[in-house]
Nanobody, 118 residues
Framework: QVQLVESGGGSVQPGGSLRLSCAAS????????MGWYRQVPGKQRELVAT???????NYADFVKGRFTISRDNAKNMVYLQMNSLKPEDTAVYYC????????????WGQGTQVTVSS
C-alpha cells in the first residue's frame, strides 16, 4: 500500500504560477511512474503529466511549454510546476503512482484544488 499526499494547490490569477507537490509513502516495491491528473465536475479525469523512473516524461498537449514535472526519487516526491496558468486549468489535481509489485498497481492521492480566476 502506497499513500500519496498532495500539497500546493490554491487560487491564483491568470498568468500566475503554482507548484504542486506529492509525497509518496515508502514502499518495498519500486515506483515505476509518478504523475499528475486533473478533473473538473462532469468530466473524466485527464492526464496532465507523468514521469517514469528513468526520467522519461509525458505531457498533455494543453500544458506543454507551461507545466514541468519533476521527481526526487530519493524522497519519493513528484512536483508539478505550473506557469502561465489559465482559467481552464481550474480543476482538482490528483497525484498518481504506479508501483511495480511486479504487476503494476495504481494509487491516487486525495486531490488538491487549483483555481485560476481574476
Amino acid at each position: 500500500q502506497v499513500q500519496l499526499v498532495e500539497s500546493g494547490g490554491g487560487s491564483v490569477q491568470p498568468g500566475g504560477s503554482l507548484r504542486l507537490s506529492c509525497a509518496a509513502s515508502r514502499s518495498r516495491f519500486s515506483i515505476a511512474t509518478m504523475g499528475w491528473y486533473r478533473q473538473v465536475p462532469g468530466k473524466q479525469r485527464e492526464l496532465v503529466a507523468t514521469m517514469r523512473s528513468g526520467d522519461r516524461t509525458n505531457y498533455a498537449d494543453f500544458v506543454k511549454g507551461r507545466f514541468t514535472i519533476s521527481r526526487d526519487n530519493a524522497k519519493n516526491m513528484v512536483y508539478l510546476q505550473m506557469n502561465s496558468l489559465k482559467p481552464e486549468d481550474t480543476a482538482v489535481y490528483y497525484c498518481n503512482a504506479q508501483v511495480a509489485t511486479p504487476t503494476l498497481i495504481t494509487y491516487w492521492g486525495q486531490g488538491t484544488q487549483v483555481t485560476v480566476s481574476s
